[in-house]
């Protein structure tokens, strides 16, 4: 069992619907990242969160420490969301990132 | 200006082989890392650099090494290369404690 699970693994939507991703973990924590690969390729980080909320254009992120688990929201979709979405957390002890498996988001027009 | 930036971006070769991935970061950060991504886009740490010195080594073959040169530098080399190689290595960088992470835009390593 991975230290970091995401769900749901794919996910596929119509354009303006209201999306969320689930990230929950089984170690000790001193932030999580929520991360966005495009198809390219490349990794982009949405957010780092220790605790709360946070929110950045049309994008919201809430973690709960207690229940070891974060959301990640895109309200509005656009097609250019489709990528994968990538939970990374931070533990306590140590800098090392460790990753969940990524959810492969489709936003169809 | 690239943050992380890694060459090449692709890289095609024969088994056995020989190669190196470089990594630059400009940010100033003193943790660098690798990472191997597979088919199911899961990304496994490989190593992680903190100010020179080795920090983690996860449980990868000894023919892969990092070597870094200077704090902005962590290099991958591989050598005797298999195909189950394969695969998208990542660079990223980060401040030890609570900073985000930056990655590299992903070499695209190809085996045959």
């Known amino acids: 069992k991975n230290e970091v699970e995401q769900s749901p693994q794919n996910l596929t939507a119509q354009e303006g619907e209201f999306i969320t991703i689930n990230c929950s973990y089984s170690?000790?924590?001193?932030?999580l990242h929520w991360l966005q690969q495009h198809p390219g390729g490349g990794i982009v980080s949405l957010f780092m969160l220790s605790s709360g909320k946070k929110k950045h254009g049309r994008l919201i992120a809430t973690i709960n420490i207690q229940e070891k688990h974060s959301s990640l929201h895109i309200t509005a979709s656009h097609p250019r969301d489709s990528a994968v979405y990538i939970c990374a957390v931070r533990r306590t002890s140590g800098s090392r990132l460790t990753f969940g498996e990524g959810t492969q988001l489709t936003v169809n027009p | 200006d690239t943050a992380v930036s890694q060459t090449p971006k692709y890289l095609v070769t024969q088994m056995g082989n020989d190669k190196s991935i470089k990594c630059e970061q400009n940010l100033g950060h003193d943790t660098m890392y690798w990472y191997k991504q597979d088919s199911k886009k899961f990304l496994k740490i490989m190593f992680s650099y903190n100010n020179k010195e080795l920090i983690i080594n996860e449980t990868v073959p000894n023919r892969f090494s990092p070597k870094s040169p200077d704090k902005a530098h962590l290099n991958l080399h591989i050598n005797s290369l298999e195909l189950g190689d394969s695969a998208v290595y990542f660079c990223?960088?980060?401040?030890?404690?609570?900073?985000?992470?930056?990655f590299g835009q992903g070499t695209r390593l190809t085996v045959v």
């Open positions: 990223a960088s980060s401040q030890q404690g609570h900073t985000e992470a930056f």
């Open positions: 170690v000790g924590i001193s932030a």
